[in-house]
């Protein structure tokens, strides 16, 4: 159990660090967890910088936000954290960020309902535009409920970008995917306008995914 603890708290630290040097997170911003059981995460603490965290900054708590190890206070996010691992047991973990562009697509109303670039419908799958909701809220876990059970990634209204994977790497994949995505799309904006796949490509690549 320990040793399974260890190797998450180092996935946890390194995920952060590689996040906080592509500035998907400035500041103290952003959090990330993984599930330890049917009850547990290891989750990222309120308020600190993702820099240069150490084992001992991380927290332990449970799917109520109750804390079981710890020094720091965990998250103010951890509710969304909690819901998405009850109700995606195929989800391990949670990553959410603020990346330039994602966030730039949640506050120009970007829509993700097309699809731009197939990849995407392998390596991510369905992205969801999320209603806003107050930042560390029980409003906002239960509008990302809404969309939780057919999308892997989340973009919040004005505020930023959730992805999930059955891996720590899966989510982390999904928010670099995303946000490239966000960025090919602003920019086709600029130029003008988007082509977008037609149903029977989109029909041809789905079904090398199923
Ligand atoms: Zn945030």
């Not at 562009?101 to 999320?130: C, M």
């Not at 057919?150 to 004005?158: E, G, H, R, S, T």
Request: charged share 30%.
């Amino acid at each position: 159990m320990n040793r399974f603890i260890l190797r998450i708290e180092k996935e946890i630290i390194s995920v952060c660090k590689y996040l906080a040097e592509k500035e998907y997170i400035v500041g103290t911003d952003g959090n990330v967890s993984v599930r330890v059981d049917d009850t547990k995460m290891v989750i990222t603490p309120k308020a600190k910088s993702k820099l240069n965290l150490k084992p001992d900054d991380l927290v332990i708590i449970d799917f109520e936000g109750k804390k079981i190890k710890g020094f720091n206070e965990p998250s103010g996010e951890w509710r969304v954290h909690s819901m998405i691992y009850r109700f995606r047991q195929d989800v391990n973990a949670v990553i959410h960020t603020h990346p330039t562009y994602s966030t730039v697509s949640s506050v120009a109303g970007v829509r993700f309902d097309k699809v731009v670039l197939p990849e995407i419908i392998v390596s991510v799958g369905n992205i969801a535009v999320v209603e806003y909701g107050t930042l560390y809220t029980e409003d906002l876990a239960k509008k990302v409920q809404k969309y939780v059970q057919d999308n892997n990634a989340f973009i919040l209204k004005n505020h930023g970008l959730v992805t999930v994977g059955e891996d720590i790497k899966t989510a982390l994949y999904r928010t670099e995917k995303v946000e490239h995505l966000s960025k090919v799309i602003i920019i086709a904006k600029l130029l003008g306008s988007i082509d977008y796949l037609t149903d029977s490509q989109v029909e041809e690549i789905s079904k090398l995914v199923k």
